[in-house]
């Protein structure tokens, strides 16, 4: 078992900058892939940046450049550092976390949160402008 415990929401200005961070605990050697996932009301849970293990990321398009992911391992902690934010970046930001997928490749996981076996409990982000 594997649990997460987010924290850093709050709520900023557009343009504004939060650093949100997932501390993990349990089994943590049997985790491969640790994301963030951002769900705003009325909309469907979405992937905002996955980091594998090995130190490979991936990114929303919609936060490229402006979102970094990071971890880490000997505090078992992934951050998510949220430059230049917006006011559609409003939502609450879930971190999850999985075994290795070695059939599914990163990108996958990026767009498939039901692929994350451990989820926190949520951390609320709200951007006004």
């Known amino acids: 078992q594997v649990q997460l415990v987010e924290s850093g929401g709050g709520s900023v200005q557009s343009g504004g900058s939060l650093t949100l961070s997932c501390v993990a605990s349990?089994?943590?050697?049997?985790?491969?892939?640790m994301g963030w996932f951002r769900e705003a009301p009325g909309k469907e849970r979405e992937g905002v940046a996955v980091?594998?293990?090995?130190?490979?990321?991936i990114y929303a398009d919609s936060v490229k450049g402006r979102f970094t992911i990071s971890k880490d391992n000997a505090k078992n902690t992934v951050y998510l550092q949220m430059n230049s934010l917006k006011p559609e970046d409003t939502a609450m930001y879930y971190c999850?976390?999985?075994?290795?997928?070695?059939?599914?490749?990163?990108?996958?996981?990026?767009?498939?949160?039901?692929?994350?076996?451990?989820w926190g409990q949520g951390t609320q982000v709200t951007v006004s402008s």
């Open positions: 349990g089994d943590t050697y049997t985790i491969d892939h």
């Open positions: 999850a976390a999985e075994f290795p997928r070695p059939q599914m490749h990163i990108i996958v996981m990026l767009a498939t949160p039901i692929a994350f076996r451990y």
């Open positions: 980091i594998e293990r090995s130190g490979i990321t």
